[in-house]
């Protein structure tokens, strides 16, 4: 009987017709065509002329007096003046389960390698709205991330969210891997947006390996996909994410780039007739990413720890997506060029980065002795050009002596190898060994 009651509302529920439009135009991105009936940011297939192609993915971004714009998901090829335009009546959905571990998909969930989903997953809308911030629990707990510089000096919060700015080359990857290696997460989703097709395989034997890639999902968009493919990768990698919260599970998402995400943003932004305001950014740039970063964190089921990398060349932080990020998350990492050239890797500027949340999570003598060392390292920064060359006289500053001895110690408890592996207490014992005499 309840079968049957089931039955009957799916029936009721269907659409008895299908809702079909026309191609009237293709300029550059845009496809625009007349009709059908569909709301902004519904997915559309757009049918082939001759039927021999499968039917293209696209999305509804704007409307243009009674004409709708659409944006396609792939290549476009085949296309042409009274091609049908069929409306799903639906926003893009990505299916997700437990067995996605382990797998390497695309922006619309679809296995890189082409070969089936497994069985028994669920569809999940890409875009959803951020958890209510009157339900969202405080961050009280640190996660393990794995790296000793993080869980020392920069502890972090089951469901913080942390912006990693760094420029080209100075070991985004590798910190990375590490993390999604070493953290005490349940599970990693790890979005590579824009990266160039080489570094993806690379990222997935080398930096992550079989070990990293067991417990994560990994999501790709390259340099080479269509804008909207790259944006909906962040959508989907933070869907996945969200799945997975809502189950209780501690996720760790990392997200490399976010520039490219905006970058993304920006395209669409620029196609559909947005103006460029903010140095070549459009507005809605700014609208968008506030709007993805805020849905990652705590829920009332889960966390969501984030990570997302942003790209800044030439330090300069003041570059407005740099500025922006900065300004939504809880808290920033910013990987030195200078520490890298002299082989201090991983290449975190402890004094330059910040944990906004590490105050509430961490104990007394946890905060006493970061503030010891903190201290040490900003002494010995300020002087350092002195002490270089030799200008500074031993003796002539207590500070500045004790600076001068500990900093060869601090700097070799923070050097980390690839594949060396420490849990958060130990890294925490490490640390407060170093000013207590040890590790000599
Ligand atoms: N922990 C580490 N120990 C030793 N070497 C490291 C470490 N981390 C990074 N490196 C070195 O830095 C190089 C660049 O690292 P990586 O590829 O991770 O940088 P990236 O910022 O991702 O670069 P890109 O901008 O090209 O993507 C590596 O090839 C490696 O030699
Ligand atoms: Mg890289």
Redesign the pocket.
């Known amino acids: 009987m309840n079968n049957l009651d089931e039955l009957i509302a799916t029936i009721k529920q269907t659409d008895t017709y299908k809702r079909y439009g026309k191609v009237l135009r293709v300029v550059g991105l845009m496809i625009e065509s007349q009709g059908p009936i569909a709301n902004i940011g519904e997915v559309c297939y757009i049918h082939s002329s001759n039927n021999r192609r499968p039917p293209i993915l696209s999305e509804v971004v704007g409307f243009h007096n009674e004409k709708i714009v659409l944006m396609p998901y792939a290549e476009v090829s085949e296309i042409g003046p009274g091609c049908l335009v069929e409306s799903t009546g639906k926003p893009l959905s990505v299916k997700i389960g437990p067995s996605l571990i382990g797998q390497v998909v695309d922006s619309l969930g679809n296995r890189l390698d082409e070969l089936p989903l497994p069985k028994g997953l669920a569809n999940y809308l890409t875009e959803q709205s951020p958890p209510n911030p009157m339900q969202r629990p405080p961050i009280n707990e640190p996660i393990q991330v794995g790296v000793k510089a993080i869980d020392t000096l920069l502890t972090v919060g089951k469901g913080q969210r942390i912006g990693i700015f760094?420029g080209?080359?100075?070991?985004?990857?590798?910190?990375m891997g590490m993390i999604a290696r070493n953290s005490s997460a349940d599970i990693n989703v790890i979005a590579l947006i824009g990266e160039r097709g080489r570094?993806v395989r690379e990222f997935i034997e080398k930096d992550l390996g079989e070990e990293g890639l067991k417990r994560s999902i990994v999501v790709v968009a390259t340099s080479d996909q269509p804008a909207l493919m790259r944006m909906k990768g962040a959508y989907t990698a933070t869907a996945i994410s969200e799945y997975f919260r809502d189950l209780g599970y501690q996720v760790n998402l990392m997200m490399d780039s976010v520039t490219r995400v905006a970058i993304a943003q920006r395209e669409i932004g620029l196609a559909t007739g947005e103006p460029p305001t903010t140095k070549g950014y459009t507005p809605s740039v700014f609208a968008v990413l506030p709007k993805l970063l805020e849905r990652t964190g705590t829920n009332q089921h889960g966390t969501i720890t984030a990570f997302y990398t942003v790209l800044v060349d030439g330090d300069d932080m003041n570059e407005p997506i740099a500025d922006t990020v900065r300004g939504i998350l809880d808290g920033h990492f910013v990987m030195d060029r200078s520490l890298?050239e002299r082989g201090q890797?991983?290449a975190i500027n402890v004094l330059k980065s910040i944990s906004r949340v590490m105050n509430q999570i961490i104990d007394d003598e946890h905060k006493q002795t970061v503030q010891q060392i903190r201290s040490l390292m900003a002494t010995y920064e300020q002087n350092r050009e002195l002490i270089n060359i030799g200008a500074y006289k031993r003796g002539s500053d207590q500070e500045i002596d004790r600076a001068i001895a500990y900093y060869p110690k601090i700097q070799t408890f923070l050097k980390?190898?690839?594949f060396e592996y420490k849990t958060l207490d130990e890294s925490i014992e490490m640390m407060k060994d170093l000013l207590n005499g040890g590790m000599n």
């Open positions: 760094a080209s080359g100075v070991g985004k990857s590798t910190l570094e890298a890797f991983p980390q190898d690839v």
